[in-house]
Each structure stands twice: as structure tokens, then as C-alpha cells.
């Protein structure tokens, strides 16, 4: 069974830093691409930011490049999301999901970041 488990939201000031993390079990991690998702209370599910199974192409949603990282560490099973100069139409639930070919199969509950002015 895969499980996707997501930590490190929480509340931050415009401004700060927050580090997520998703931790993915019962797959080959290093075989699939990633994503991360956010939705913010009554607004459609969004797309923040994919990594590739190796890590070496990323692709950002035009609201975060510059801001929001991701990686992947397959040795753990694990991939991030690095946000800085946070804002607070950042603030929503953050999940992410494994990505097979073109479409994402598996999604974590989510974590839930906000962001105070």
C-alpha cells in the first residue's frame, strides 16, 4: 500500500521560511516523479512544483518560481519543499503526490501552512 505523509506546515509570518517534507512508502520512490499541490479555502486544487525520479528537472508554478524549492532525497524516501519569502496567498493546505507518466496516482493528506501578514 503507498502512504504519502506530509509535515512541517504551520503558521509563519510574510516573509519567513517553511520546510516541508513528505515521506513515501510502499512504492520504488526513485522511480516516479513527484509533485506538490496546494489548496486554499474555496479555490480549486493548484499546482506548485514537480521533481523528476532523478531530481535533475524541475518545473515551478509561475506564483512561486523564485521562492518555493523542491528536491528529493530517494535514498530516504523523501522530497521537500523549500519556501522563502513566504506571502500570504501562500497560506492553504500543502500535499503532495507521486507522479506516474503524466498524471499523479497517490496523494498525502496535506499539511496546512499559513501565512500571516
Known amino acids: 500500500q503507498v502512504q504519502l505523509v506530509e509535515s512541517g506546515g504551520g503558521l509563519v509570518q510574510a516573509g519567513g521560511s517553511l520546510r516541508l517534507s513528505c515521506a513515501v512508502s510502499g512504492r520504488i520512490f526513485s522511480s516516479y516523479g513527484m509533485g506538490w499541490f496546494r489548496q486554499a479555502p474555496g479555490k480549486e486544487r493548484e499546482f506548485v512544483a514537480r521533481i523528476s525520479w532523478s531530481g535533475s528537472i524541475t518545473y515551478y508554478a509561475d506564483s512561486v518560481q523564485g521562492r518555493l524549492t523542491i528536491s528529493r532525497d530517494n535514498a530516504k524516501n523523501m522530497v521537500y519543499l523549500q519556501m522563502n519569502s513566504m506571502k500570504p496567498e501562500d497560506t492553504a493546505v500543502y500535499s503532495c503526490?507521486?507522479?506516474?507518466?503524466?498524471?499523479?496516482?497517490?496523494w498525502g493528506q496535506g499539511t496546512q501552512v499559513t501565512v500571516s501578514s
Open positions: 503526490a507521486t507522479r506516474l507518466a503524466a498524471d499523479y496516482d497517490y
